[in-house]
């Protein structure tokens, strides 16, 4: 019989009834100045050691202590370089339920792109005369982009990498097989990043709908048994902040990275400290919730990884406000300026993508503020031009009118439809007891050009508007009501919705009628507004009478 292969998902239930007892210590197991002292010696710390940070770090003195400690351990063990990182995304079909997800498969609001490697190659040779040579591939659970059809754009980033004097290529996906990432290894991949999102595997459930390929827990857990047997040794785990208790998942992860060494003698190349923003169209995330972690709490969090991993890079990331990031970015760590979370969104524009992201000053001006702190950027070279617009960019006036024109015309139809919804929803009151379920049919049926064509005008709609504003004479906030408005009736919907089926169940109209009207009644309202403020753009014709 061949020998087993290690798989953490057997060996974390025998240590997580002791990860959730030290999560919870009512004081610290060991004085501070015994496990800063510990610390400094560079060899990292266990699970006890951060639990007694925690506990710390309760007090606000105590914290200042941590965070001088982290900072003058990484200043002793690195040098004074910050690498820079781009994502680049490739899809954004997904099959996947996840609450918190502006991409999650039943979001009407997402956009849904592909990028071919044609077009994926004309966005990379834009980043690449930014100056960027590290290289965030990333993927939604997108069924009909496996690692095989991933592959040859791994390739062309190295091989043009390669051309431009070297620099990384780091892939953030859904989990895949050993076999996956033997392909992807050999394309020229050279580090992965995952993260568990939560390590307790109750919140993972209620988090990751019923039906989610995501939602395979244990199968999340082995992915860097996997990997390693694959051949990758650069690999980045991580948690995202307010799924679960963050001293709960901090100390997992801990404990995950202690497996890694004791198994493969592989310590993090980087550890993501991702924080639960909110996404377009995705209630829960917008939803404040008791595991929400607050800022200090975000940076003592930070300071324990630094202690615990002092060679390990933090990725910071743009869901953080850009002066807060830069109020702890140190030595060694990750830093990304550009980032855009929708495919093809550096040649298009900014566009909404997977999550909230905070905008960013240019890559100049994030240069010269960490050359005053002393650092030197790494995986970003000089300018090469200013600025390589994409065909959208230079799209003509006429093209615009001509979306904008189409804009009113889908108006027409969105009115028809609305009176067609309140026409039925009228004689509903009446409807006897026998047919409402016949009744809640028809409705759901009438609602599907609401639920799919409706939303396709939004993002186009969105998409013109993004293309015009600086020239037309749209200004922010109005585009902004625009967005907050589209996500308003999405919401709205889903929750008319539900009482279709409440009324389905139950017989009584009541609700369903009152909360139809109200969002019959705001979306004629909207249409109103976007039917004006179009007019008023001077690229635009007035619709025929």
Partial sequence: MGKVKPRFSTYFPTVRNRIGELSNLNSPLRPLDAVLKAAQTGQGLGVEDVASLMGWGRDSDRQEEIHTAARELRERTVGRTVEMIIPEYLTSFCQNECLYCGYRKSNALAERLRLSLNDYERELDLILAWGHRQIELVLADDPEFDAERLAPYVELTRRKLADLGGGLVALNSPTYTERAYRRLHAAGLDWLALWQETYDETQFGRWHFQGSPKRQYGFRLDVWDRAISAGFTRIALGILFGLYEWRFEVLALVEHAGYLVKTYGIVPHAVGIPRLKPARGVLASQKASRYCVSDDDYR?????????????????????????????????????????????????????????????????????????????????????????????????????????????????????????????????????????????????????????????????????????HATAGVEAAQMAQVFSEHERFAVDLDRFLRQVTSYEQSGDPTVLLTLGSRVIDELRKHLEFEDRLFSDCQLTPRPNP
């Fill in 300 to 468: 003592l969090a930070v300071s324990i990884y630094r202690l615990a991993f002092p060679r390990t890079r933090l990725f910071f990331n743009t869901r953080e406000a850009y002066d807060f990031n830069m109020s702890m970015v140190g030595r060694g760590d990750l830093f990304t300026v550009d980032c855009e979370t929708l495919p093809g969104a550096y040649l298009h524009g900014r566009l909404p993508g997977q999550f909230f992201t905070y905008p960013y000053p240019k890559r100049c001006e994030v240069k010269a503020a960490f050359a005053e702190r002393g650092y030197a950027l790494r995986y970003l070279e000089p300018e090469k031009i200013q600025q390589l617009e994409s065909a959208e960019v230079r799209t003509g006036q006429a093209a615009l009118r001509e979306s904008l024109g189409r804009s009113f015309s889908d108006h027409h139809e969105i009115r028809l439809r609305l009176h067609e919804w309140e026409a039925f929803m009228e004689n509903m009151g009446s409807t006897p007891m026998h047919l409402r379920r016949v009744a809640a049919r028809e409705l759901r049926e009438r609602l599907q050009f609401f639920e799919t064509g409706y939303f396709h005008h939004c993002r186009q709609e969105e998409n013109t508007l993004q293309r015009i």
